[in-house]
């Protein structure tokens, strides 16, 4: 349940399966055990807390410390870091992910690491060292196997193309995730990107179609409010705001959605979310 949740983002599905698993983590395989704490925290990420996704993590990095297990520290790798985006510790994150950047373009694990430093790279300021790690992630999402690896590497990739504004790899991001907009980009139910519609909101909103972009956002807002995803719906909130604003408007259409993306920012510790949303009202 938690596995297929985690693509659908329906949270009394994923509360239901997160139940179960905790039921059994004692009498399940070893390596099942430190999937299952990656998990509570994954939940933590989009529905609780951050700070319960950092005791998460810790737990997991403790685990792997202790016992070795080479999976334990991959899932604290992928929580960690996504919880440090989501606090908008960029550079811890990036300290994280760059190291696991090789040499092959090809590598599956080095294009998701690129694209998540380029996205931290992007969201923490740095938009010009960002460009030429963006550079290496272009044309290698083109050769992403349509396997579970898909969405989750292309979800910070097509961030980083609205960062950017990159209307080319924008123009063909789009292509491949619009026929998923009813689905997350996530690795899996421990480290969330998106729901698809936010990516397709902002794809869409770079490409100037900002009657496109409106309706991806206000699919984006109503899924992640139904489903109490606080962190997701600051993030659509804002952008959706952004994108009006760009588009010409003003007045409560611009700043509503804005203001509520800098409340639920504030209250949650969305560090990223609430500076950008500061500095859009305040211009």
């Known amino acids: 349940l938690c596995a297929v949740a985690s693509w659908t983002g329906d949270r009394e599905m994923f509360r239901l399966g997160l139940e179960d698993f905790t039921a059994l983590a004692e009498s399940t395989p070893v390596g099942l055990r430190s999937s299952g704490m990656a998990t509570r925290g994954g939940f933590a990420l989009r529905y609780g807390s951050l ?37 908008g510790r960029h550079d811890e994150a990036i300290e994280l992910y760059s190291p696991l950047i090789g040499d092959r373009d090809t590598d599956a694990v080095t294009i998701a690491c690129a694209g998540l430093t380029a996205l931290s790279l992007c969201e923490g300021e740095r938009h010009d060292e960002a460009r030429p790690v963006a550079a290496r992630c272009f044309p290698a999402a083109r050769e992403i196997p349509r396997d579970t690896s898909f969405l989750p590497i292309l979800g910070p990739i ?42 397709v909101g902002r794809l869409k909103a770079t490409l100037a179609d900002f009657t496109g972009a409106e309706d991806a956002f206000a699919q984006a807002v109503d899924h992640t409010r139904a489903n109490g995803a606080s962190f997701f719906l600051s993030d659509a909130l804002l952008y959706q705001g952004l994108a009006r604003r760009d588009s010409g408007a003003v007045g409560d259409a611009v ?9 639920l920012a504030t209250a949650g510790g969305y560090g990223t979310i609430e500076r950008r949303a500061e500095r859009a009202l305040a211009d």
């Open 51 to 87: 700070d319960d996704a950092a005791v998460r993590a810790d737990e997991l990095l403790q685990r792997a410390t202790e016992t070795g297990e080479p999976d334990a520290m991959i899932w604290y790798v992928n929580l960690i870091g996504a919880t440090r985006r989501q606090q």
């Open 158 to 199: 097509a961030i980083v193309a609205a960062e950017l504004g990159e209307v080319d790899p924008a123009a063909w991001l789009l292509e491949q995730l619009e026929p998923f907009a009813d689905v997350w980009s996530a690795w899996g139910a421990n480290a969330p990107v998106a729901p698809v519609t936010t990516l």
């Open 255 to 263: 700043t509503a959605p804005i203001s509520e993306a800098l409340e």
